[in-house]
């Protein structure tokens, strides 16, 4: 470095610069006002949106009121419009893709986090955060052409035939409908799972797993009896950020679900879910009801996702409190 | 019970190849000069392509990217440098929300701002949907970044006599471009697959969509329509549109955690 | 200086989206998947015959259709049944004048089904219709079904019905026609583009029906001829009002508009199933598009009329290689009079 003055805000040597240090104060402060309008900016987006799912679903909620949430009639043709069916597709469908995702996502982080050495444990991660990438379409596309026949020719007949004493596994085997869906959600939802308990995983502090192998627990019992509690409410936190997404997939799950709006004890029958039927009736809904219904479809589900995150975010970070790993998401 | 979970990490990977091999199988031998570079041809007529798609889901990604970024880094450089607490827990919440936010409603939300007001759908509305999604993700990762660098580089600058946002800009983003450039490349890589939000605001163009207000083929939702349809030939360019959508997506995301990788340790824990 | 190349950038992009906008006319339609394979065919050869017009034509369904003009957002309709004077009013009030119909073909709906062992034609009476999709008729050796197939050897599996998942012309088609060979039908169901279905599940489109009724076995859906033609699906006879089993081709899909060609009411708001004549299709439908009658942009307007009378013109020569049957000549001519009230 030269020769450089240190030139102190507000007494410059030279007159003329004193008007361009005094104009580069002000700069702080218009870099301030623009940043600071941008950030609010993020914050009216979110409050407009609420406000256009609130406004634009005015005529059902004073209709139908909380009835919505409790009919099954989705009748366009007699304008009756209730939920229901769509709720139970939404929650089925997750359900199943939970139910498989968990254990094998838990599985595979508890591989990751524990067992596997580090350089291995990064590369597959690496594999697992690309599958997290893959766009839902592509999961439909997929769930057409792939796991549809699958079902319909293989695993569905062997379900009935094993297990058909259970209502779940009763009826005509289709293809496609709530069990269908939930598989294709699973495979969707393992990324998330893995990576969310991997990292939870690894923040429990070191001093639990030594102070149970020093007890004389096994590398297995060590894990199970001792780490995986510690992070459990990390790994629940994990499971509803899963279930959060599961909620609001759409592309994947309205091409494999059947987009009928029934309930239904058994897996193998179609259903829809809130984002499958908004996605395949909005651009047709005529008639305000039927596309108020439809916007307050969607307002169901902010709501849903709404709650199923903050909870999910308050879990991680209790984890991360007692463990001191992770902070933020 | 420990190979079991062995197990099922080789399970949780091998999805991934195997979604690739299936488009790769299916879609390979699809994807020609013709699907690059030809537009689509009536029903039934074969050796259409979907040149139009292909650059509509450019022309979206860019309008994309114009709002989502600045919005989101902008944000950003507030949060982490000017705010107060409570300010930044009230944005940073109103980001979270906004990511939580199922596509679909994304879609609605646009709908009714962008589409019902001109009149048409186009490729303004579709890009701003995708952009309103790209807003949370680059918010919040932008932040981090920036939160990530020393308080010593800050002091440094300042004891230099550079003002705030003169250290800012010359000190403070660059020590985090990288994983600025990384949480840009992600966010973009995310809307490059959405679908729902275009279903009712780009539509769909069996031509060439000129300008911005006009309705827009994209990648995503031809192969949405394509999958459903009852043509072979369809089929196969479905297929084809999602080897080229994948592969899209997957070169950015291993080019965004290779510049992230390469970078300093402050990138992965 | 990082922002110059940037902001050279952006204005070379925001200029060559102006200056592509400019040469060419775009238009956007939306609506009924019924047509679409004509109407593809049709923007198609327009566009080669004038290379500055673009007609896209989304097929989202006819409810769709209907709706997305009554916003304003598209251009023009299309739609497989009349609008009712519910959707005409509001549209009126909406914007102040009406809007009108223009048939372009004649399609028809066709059962159409997948049961593993059948390759024959079957013949389908109304009650046998009616009785399926009430979900009242569960299998395919049902009496009703097997009555008119003697020869046949029908499975005794469960039918799965396949209908639209969403707002439909076609759907409109088939309920109206069900409405009128079916009490029952017509006070539990009704007619109407999206209706609540007893049984069945639903695809998306003609094509997603069509998809659905090739990969799944001993279903029955219905689609518009072409598509069961075009994906080579057996599609069965239908029982006309005359008792005659008939089915779906050029013949008698025009057979059943004759007499209402002679009787086209003004605004070409009618309906044909179930149609007199003993040669007559019984599901056969027109199909029309919506298109306002004040268009304020010049250029759109001539460009829409423009395509109008090609459609009536030239254009019909293209529907029969696509099993649409031309519009009567009666009704041709009643249009090119009706197109001049397009302001």
């Given at each position: ?120 444990s ?55 409908g ?47 009896k ?104 | 019970?420990?190979t ?8 949780a ?48 990604l ?9 919005i ?23 980001a ?28 303004l ?37 550079a003002?705030?946002?003169?250290a ?21 890589a ?41 043509y ?8 084809a ?11 950015i995301?291993i ?15 | ?25 775009s ?80 399609g ?20 046998a ?52 060979v ?66 779906a ?95």
């Amino acid at each position: 470095m030269a020769a450089t003055t240190t030139t102190v805000p507000g007494t410059g040597p030279v007159a003329g610069s004193r008007s361009w240090l005094s104009g580069l104060r002000e700069g702080d402060e218009i870099v301030r006002l623009i940043t600071f309008l941008f950030a609010a900016f993020v914050v009216f987006l979110t409050v407009l949106l609420v406000f256009e799912l609130w406004q634009g679903s005015v005529l059902p909620r004073h209709k139908f009121g909380f009835n919505f949430l409790r009919t099954s009639v989705w009748d366009p043709v007699n304008e009756q419009f209730g939920a229901l069916p769509f709720i139970y597709g939404t929650v089925v469908t997750a359900a199943v893709a939970l139910l498989i995702a968990v254990p094998l996502g838990l599985g595979a982080a508890i591989f990751l986090a524990e067992l596997a050495p580090v350089r291995l444990s990064d590369n597959l991660e690496f594999f697992i955060d690309l599958l997290a990438a893959v766009p839902s379409v592509i999961y439909g596309l997929l769930g057409i052409f792939i796991v549809i026949p699958l079902m319909r020719q293989y695993i569905q007949p062997a379900l009935k035939s094993t297990l058909g004493f259970l209502p779940f596994f009763q009826g005509p085997a289709y293809g496609l409908g709530f069990l269908t869906a939930g598989v294709v959600l699973a495979i969707m939802l393992l990324p998330y799972i893995i990576s969310v308990s991997r990292e939870v995983l690894l923040s429990v502090p070191r001093d639990q797993r030594e102070a149970a192998l020093a007890l004389g627990a096994t590398r297995w019992e060590a894990t199970w009896k001792v780490v995986v509690p510690f992070a459990r409410s990390g790994i629940l936190g994990s499971i509803f950020l899963a279930l959060a997404r599961a909620l609001g997939e759409t592309m994947a799950v309205t091409m494999v679900i059947g987009n009928t709006p029934v309930i239904s004890a058994s897996l193998f029958s179609p259903g829809d879910s809130i984002a499958s039927v908004i996605a395949s009736q909005f651009k047709e809904a005529t008639g305000d009801l039927y596309l108020q219904s439809l916007i307050e479809l969607g307002l169901v589900l902010f709501l849903l996702t709404f709650i199923l995150n903050g909870l999910a975010r308050l879990l991680i970070l209790a984890t991360s409190e007692r463990g001191g790993g992770m902070a933020h998401l | 019970m420990l190979t079991m979970t062995g197990i099922c990490a080789v399970v949780a990977v091998s999805a991934l190849f195997l979604i690739l091999g299936y488009l790769v199988f299916h879609g390979g031998a699809s994807v020609n000069w013709n699907f690059f570079t030809k537009l689509p041809v009536p029903v039934g007529e074969t050796g259409g392509g979907m040149a139009n798609a292909i650059v509509g889901s450019g022309k979206l990604l860019l309008l994309a990217t114009l709002i989502g970024v600045p919005i989101g880094f902008l944000g950003a450089i507030y949060l982490a440098e000017f705010s107060g607490t409570t300010t930044a827990f009230i944005v940073r919440y109103a980001a979270d929300l906004l990511n939580g936010v199922p596509s679909i409603v994304i879609g609605i939300f646009a709908y009714s701002l962008v589409v019902l007001p001109f009149k048409h759908f186009s490729t303004l509305a579709g890009g701003c949907a995708l952009g309103v999604m790209m807003i949370p993700i680059t918010l919040r990762s932008t932040e981090e970044f920036l939160r990530s660098v020393p308080n010593a580089l800050r002091e440094g600058a300042m004891a230099l006599g550079a003002s705030k946002w003169k250290a800012i800009a010359t000190v403070i983003v660059p020590c985090a471009y990288r994983g600025i450039l990384t949480a840009i490349l992600l966010a973009f890589a995310r809307v490059a697959g959405e679908t729902a939000p275009l279903l009712f605001t780009a539509l769909g163009n069996s031509f060439w969509s000129p300008g911005w207000n006009q309705p827009t083929a994209s990648l995503p939702v031809v192969i949405y329509n394509y999958a459903i349809s009852p043509y072979e030939d369809w089929h196969r360019q479905a297929w084809a549109a999602g080897l080229v959508l994948l592969s899209l997506i997957l070169v950015i995301n291993i080019v965004a955690r290779g510049v992230l990788a390469r970078g300093t340790p402050l990138s992965r824990s | 200086m990082k922002r110059l190349p940037i902001t050279v950038v952006l204005a070379i992009l925001g200029f060559a989206g102006l200056v592509w906008a400019d040469s060419t006319l775009s238009l956007t339609g939306a609506g009924a998947t019924f047509p679409y394979p004509i109407y593809s065919k049709w923007f198609d050869e327009y566009h080669k015959k004038d290379a500055n017009i673009q007609i896209n034509y989304q097929s989202i369904g006819s409810g769709g259709g209907i709706k997305q003009i009554t916003e304003g957002t598209v251009d023009f309709g299309a739609y497989d049944g009349p609008m009712t004077d519910a959707q005409l009013k509001a549209y009126q009030d909406k914007h102040g004048f009406p809007i009108l119909h223009f048939p372009t073909v004649l399609g028809a709906d066709v059962p159409t089904y997948n049961i593993p062992g059948v390759s024959a034609e079957l013949n389908f009476t109304p009650q046998a219709l009616a009785g399926i999709f009430l979900g009242k008729v569960t299998k395919w050796n049902d009496p009703l079904i097997t009555g008119p197939n003697k020869g046949v050897n029908l499975p005794a599996n469960d039918i799965l019905v396949v209908h639209r998942s969403e707002g439909s012309g076609t759907t409109y088609i088939w309920t109206d026609y069900l409405s009128k060979v079916s009490e029952e039908w017509k006070t539990r169901v009704g007619k109407g583009t999206a209706v609540n279905w007893p049984v069945g599940l639903g695809g998306q489109g003609n094509e997603g029906v069509a998809g659905l009724v090739k990969q799944t076995p001993n279903s029955i859906g219905y689609v518009e001829l072409i598509y069961a033609i075009q994906n080579k699906m057996l599609y069965g006879r239908v029982q006309n009002s005359s008792g005659a089993f008939i089915k779906a081709d050029l013949a008698s899909v025009t057979a059943a508009a004759a007499s209402a060609a002679e009787n086209m009411p003004a605004d070409f708001r009618v309906s044909i199933t179930n149609a007199p004549g003993k040669t007559a299709y019984p599901i056969s439908s027109f199909t029309w598009l919506l298109i306002p009658s004040k268009i304020p942009d010049a250029s759109k307007r001539d460009a829409i009329k423009g395509f109008v009378s090609w459609m009536l013109g030239q254009g019909q020569n293209y529907t029969e290689a696509l099993s649409y049957a031309r519009l009567p000549k009666e009704v041709v001519a009643k249009e090119k009079k009706a197109l001049t009230e397009v302001q």
